[in-house]
T-cell receptor
């Protein structure tokens, strides 16, 4: 099955700086790559996603890049704010006709220091 | 819309007891799934369903059963709880399949003594 690796496991940045979280995947059949933010005591919430036919996507301070050849994708948060502090998960979804499953990375705990 | 709801929020079981974790969604989503979340291991898929009457195993299905008799509900059953099943359980749903946005419930924290 798919194997998703996520780095780093913890990340501390000063408010206003940028944060970058990287993930790699193993199965070339994966075609959908969402990123989730999980706050303490809550379920994960989608913040941005990208599909395999797109190389980059941006939504205000958040961007995601995808390199299909190298099988890696990254989350970029610019101008970080204290409310960005949370655990972030990447995921890869196997195409619906070959498995229909999500595989998650192990998470990155981001702390934004005021 | 209430979105994805889960009950109970917390549960303590003794080894060997059985219980059902409830999950419901009111968004008319076809795809529903159950995950467990353990420290340092992210979320791992237990079982999923692509529609009423259809279920399949995920990455870690052993010790768990599911059924999908309606579009709205997707209960997860532990037939004989074990300490290794101590975890936080999340239910999620999406419109059609795994390539659609998933919406997660608030989770159930289960402790097996």
């Amino acid at each position: 099955g798919e194997n998703v690796e996520q780095h780093p496991s913890t990340l501390s940045v000063q408010e206003g700086d940028s944060a970058v979280i990287k993930c790699t995947y193993s199965d070339s059949a994966s075609n959908y790559f969402p990123w989730y933010k999980q706050e303490l005591g809550k379920g994960p919430q989608l913040i941005i996603d990208i599909r395999s036919n797109v190389g980059e996507k941006k939504d205000q301070r958040i961007a995601v890049t995808l390199n299909k050849t190298a099988k890696h994708f990254s989350l970029h948060i610019t101008e970080t704010q204290p409310e960005d502090s949370a655990v972030y998960f990447c995921a890869a979804s196997i195409a619906w006709n070959t498995g229909n499953q999500f595989y998650f990375g192990t998470g990155t705990s981001l702390t934004v220091i005021p | 819309n209430a979105g994805v709801t889960q009950t109970p929020k917390f549960q303590v079981l003794k080894t060997g007891q059985s219980m059902t974790l409830q999950c419901a969604q009111d968004m008319n989503h076809e795809y529903m799934s159950w995950y467990r979340q353990d420290p340092g291991m992210g979320l791992r898929l237990i079982h999923y369903s692509v529609g009423a009457g259809i279920t399949d195993q995920g990455e870690v299905p052993n010790g768990y059963n599911v059924s999908r008799s309606t579009t709205e509900d997707f209960p997860l059953r532990l037939l004989s709880a074990a300490p290794s099943q101590t975890s936080v359980y999340f239910c999620a749903s999406s419109y059609r399949d795994s390539s659609d946005t998933q919406y997660f419930g608030p989770g159930t924290r289960l402790t097996v003594l």
